[in-house]
């Protein structure tokens, strides 16, 4: 399941569920392969029944792993506000998007054990530092307050663009 996905056609280069299935689950050649969770809705109006029918999955369901990526701007997972959320998946609509998306909850991001992190491009350096070391920031950063408070492992995954200047290759941080 995609922790953020836009309401598009699963078919749309714009749909994450479809870009795992393809570029992932379709390249398997084993007989048994991960199961993807298609709940999200394809249409706008689709959209408050499949809010429930996630909320009810996610409620069964308890994720043990979770694949993030990092937005330049410090988002991850579709979250970029720092909103208090009782369900467990919302609707957005950003101005600069020409779709809705839904999304996955920071409460429940916060309680998945295990967070990995990719982030690839030179784009993100900037970002991934600001998330790391700018303890200053009053700028709301979705991803460092998830790693810092989140519940259990995290772990960022970067290429050399987007690893700030001053780490070596295979470094880690223990906590933020």
């Known amino acids: 399941m995609a922790s953020d996905e836009r309401v598009v056609s699963i078919n749309s280069n714009d749909s994450n569920t479809g870009m795992?299935?393809?570029?992932?689950l379709d390249k398997?050649?084993?007989?048994?392969?991960?199961?993807?969770?298609?709940?999200?809705?394809i249409k706008k109006n689709k959209i408050n029944k499949r809010l429930k029918l996630l909320d009810e999955y996610i409620s069964n369901?308890?994720?043990?792993i979770a694949f993030l990526g990092i937005g330049k701007d410090g988002h991850t997972a579709g979250i970029f506000k720092e909103k208090e959320m009782t369900n467990h998946f919302y609707s957005i609509k950003n101005r600069m998007d020409p779709y809705y998306r839904i999304t996955i909850s920071m409460?429940?991001?916060?309680?998945?054990?295990?967070l990995i992190f990719f982030v690839l491009g030179s784009e993100k350096k900037e970002s991934l530092k600001n998330i790391l070391f700018n303890n200053k920031?009053?700028?709301?950063?979705?991803?460092?307050?998830?790693?810092?408070?989140?519940?259990?492992?995290?772990?960022?995954?970067?290429?050399?663009?987007?690893?700030?200047?001053?780490?070596?290759?295979?470094?880690?941080?223990?906590?933020?």
């Not at 795992?20 to 992932?24: A, D, F, G, K």
């Not at 398997?28 to 809705?41: H, R, S």
């Not at 409460?107 to 295990?114: A, D, G, Q, R």
């Open 61 to 64: 369901n308890k994720p043990e």
């Open 137 to 176: 920031s009053e700028k709301f950063l979705p991803a460092r307050f998830l790693l810092k408070n989140g519940f259990g492992k995290k772990i960022i995954l970067c290429d050399k663009k987007a690893a700030p200047s001053d780490f070596d290759i295979g470094e880690s941080i223990i906590s933020l």
């Open 20 to 24: 795992i299935q393809r570029e992932l």
């Open 107 to 114: 409460k429940v991001l916060m309680n998945i054990p295990n």
């Open 28 to 41: 398997i050649i084993e007989k048994v392969k991960p199961k993807l969770i298609k709940l999200y809705p």
